[in-house]
């Protein structure tokens, strides 16, 4: 087996050319003396609201209780249910059930591998009162229609986003309006030194809840009114998070100019694509292909030396710890199949032109090896 020669991800290739900026950062916060819910946290979240054009921003302690307290400033909780899909990071589901709701699960899209609207609209009961679509590797769900059916039956709809920084849908960033948790956890395509996240949001009353509640549910200090919760994003992180909310949109350029030499690279060599719907500018979190014989794929990519990964392996409602909210029966064909033939191929801002070109050409090797 050889060495890898292409890494899945390289976080420091990232940091390099930022070094000076993020030491200046961190030298900030350290000579400030001030680490929790201060000046650079409320900086950031000024600049976070306006980069994605958000009505406002709170910065909390990672992507899943960002969600976690979406849903219950939103007020779902206990006794509700929350349509998501299965074919995500289990933190999405583990959100819902932390919030004391229970998620109910609904087949994806099998082109975009979203949250299928009519499959989501036929799980709804008289329980139901939220919708959870995901925008899955950076590519948006189809909103529209979801916005529809929330809307008719009188649903909450929070969007996890924890891998779309910097995806449109029609046009408009993911983000813009509605409810949207991000996560800042280092791999994302805006990556803290650690964890972090957030919640945009364009309802006032409910940011202001999501503020008490990260806070232990103070309004005023030693005002307990909510019982919260500790999630909060610190100053170092909040600092670091500005020198590379700046980069932001240049690295999704980047990530776009990538995907598009893959997908030429890859055409016609046996290989289901990936490809961006009509309504969407995906933000290419991960490049995610499809074939049969997946595992097979993956070994002979290890040999060559493209170490890759799998988002995700096994769906969440086939997961042993959510067996206790899922009827043992249930199935989702198109979720269960994806599962067994997404890989993950490495997409990283730094990658040169070449790289990528030099992984492809590995990509087809390899799949012309497997048959
Ligand atoms: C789709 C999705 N949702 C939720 C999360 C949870 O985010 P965090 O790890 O910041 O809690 C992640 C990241 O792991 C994710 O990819």
Redesign the pocket.
């Known amino acids: 087996m050889s060495a890898t020669q292409v890494p899945f991800l390289d976080l420091a290739s990232q940091i390099a050319p930022l070094r000076e900026e993020i030491d200046a950062a961190l030298r900030r916060v350290l000579d400030s003396g001030w680490f929790v819910l201060g000046p650079e946290l409320e900086a950031f979240e000024r600049e976070l609201a306006e980069r994605f054009g958000a009505r406002t921003a709170v910065g909390v ?7 976690q307290l979406a849903l219950e400033a939103l007020g779902v909780g206990p006794g509700d249910e929350v349509i998501t899909t299965p074919l ?2 289990a ?2 589901a ?2 819902i059930v932390r919030a004391g709701a229970r998620p109910v699960f609904a087949d994806v899209d099998p082109r975009t591998l979203n949250l299928d609207p009519t499959a989501a609209e036929r799980a709804i009961t008289l329980r139901t009162r939220a919708l959870l679509p ?3 590797y950076g590519h948006p769900a189809n909103l529209d229609p979801l916005r529809e059916i929330a809307r008719r039956h009188g649903l909450v709809l929070i969007e ?5 920084h910097g995806a449109k849908y029609r046009g408009r960033a993911i983000g813009a309006t509605g409810a949207v ?5 280092p ?2 395509n805006l990556g803290a030194l650690g ?3 957030a919640l945009l949001l364009d309802d006032d009353e409910a940011a202001a809840r999501v503020r008490e509640l990260r806070n232990g549910g103070q309004r005023a200090r030693y005002e307990h009114l909510r019982l919260g919760m500790n999630s909060r994003l610190d100053e170092l992180q909040a600092a670091v998070l500005r020198v590379k909310l700046r980069r932001l949109e240049s690295w999704v350029e980047r990530r776009r100019a990538l995907a598009e030499i893959y997908r030429e690279e890859l055409a016609s060599c046996g290989l289901d694509l990936p490809e961006e719907a009509s309504y969407a500018r995906a933000a290419w ?1 991960l490049f995610v292909v499809r074939h049969p014989r997946r595992d097979a794929l993956a070994a002979a990519l290890k040999v060559r030396g493209v170490e890759t990964l799998v ?1 995700y392996p096994v769906p969440v409602h086939r997961q042993p710890a959510f067996a206790v909210v899922v009827p043992p029966e249930t199935r989702f064909p198109v979720a269960e199949l994806a599962a067994s033939s997404v890989l993950s191929l490495p997409l990283y801002p730094e990658m040169s032109d070449a790289r990528v070109r030099f992984v492809a050409g590995v990509v087809r090797e390899a799949v012309a090896a497997i048959g």
């Open positions: 302690a990672n992507g899943t209780e960002a969600l995500t990071a933190f999405t583990l959100a995901v925008h899955l996890d986003g924890c891998q779309a948790a991000l996560s800042f956890y791999t994302k964890d972090g996240g979190h988002h």
